[in-house]
């Protein structure tokens, strides 16, 4: 198993765990004022994770069992593997290994321009999926729906308000319009504003640390407007933790190497929460070209 340090102490003090929900590829539990979630390895880990060696039938075998049972029970052998008991049923899955989801370092500008022009040209190729589309490279598209565009006019709004004096709290009340708007089990808004966070995060960014706080506090307290799963993830980037897609990402910016395929990947994630939190990463980013320039 694979999970976050705080989610491995959290099992060893808790035997008896409550679901939250159930999901295809995903079971989800309460953990004291958090969500985490057990899925199956072979998707990519996120600060959330909880990640079992278990191929996709049998992860489908022990959801069902969590639908019936509505209770999952852990237990540490001396030899410090994981098992996981779910009535009659029991899966070992091996020691806990711990992964850091804190992403640490910067961009410059040139990397992030660079970056920038890459990420235009992946965004633009899926914007057929709908949410943010290619918001933040394009004012208008005509294939939009009713909340495309919606979403079209907040970001076109951000974009310009980024380039005015005293613009942190007015970029931070825009953030808080975002939060929850939209459909799905992570909203548009709330996976926009996440890649956001990722971009004043790794970007050379133009404010002051006090103001950047400012935002990250506005954009917690709006969060508890949203579901229970897309706030966690909302929390979780304010405090600098992301999926490991997003740390490969900035490791290949970092190098100059391509970062087409990365894109594609997270793109993957969801309907449209990839593509959404690749909009808010590149607004961040191009906050933090405008704001150097």
Known sequence: MKSTDWAGCFLRQNKRLQVHSVYH??????????????????ISLTPLSLALPLH??????????????????MQWTESQEVQIH??????????????????????????????????????????????????????KNPKDDLMSGILREKITLLLDVSVRPGKMEELGRIAQELIGLGVGLTPSGDDFVTGLLLGFLTGTF????????????????QAM?????????????????????????????????????????????????????????????????FGED
């Open 86 to 139: 779910i009535g009659k049923y029991r899966w070992n899955v091996g020691e806990n290994e711990v992964w850091n989801p804190k992403i640490t370092g910067s961009l410059n500008k040139e990397q992030m321009r660079l970056a920038l022009q890459q990420m235009r040209e992946v965004i633009m190729r899926y914007s057929h999926l709908g949410g943010f589309s290619d918001s933040v490279f394009r004012n």
């Open 206 to 221: 133009p404010f002051d640390e006090e103001e950047l706080e400012d935002f990250r506090e506005m954009v917690k307290r």
């Open 225 to 289: 407007y949203t579901n229970d799963i897309s706030r966690q993830y909302l929390l979780c980037a304010c405090e600098g933790e992301f999926g490991e897609n997003y740390h490969q990402l900035l490791r290949l910016c970092k190098t100059g190497q391509s970062i087409s395929k990365c894109l594609e990947q997270i793109i993957q994630t969801g309907h449209t929460s990839g593509l959404d939190a690749l909009n808010g990463l590149a607004a961040g980013w191009m906050i933090c070209c």
């Open 56 to 73: 996709e039938e049998e992860f489908a075998r022990l959801a069902n069992a969590v639908r019936e049972k509505k209770e999952i029970q």
């Open 25 to 42: 590829r995903t079971v989800n539990i309460y953990a004291e004022n958090r969500i985490l979630a057990f899925h199956p390895d072979s």
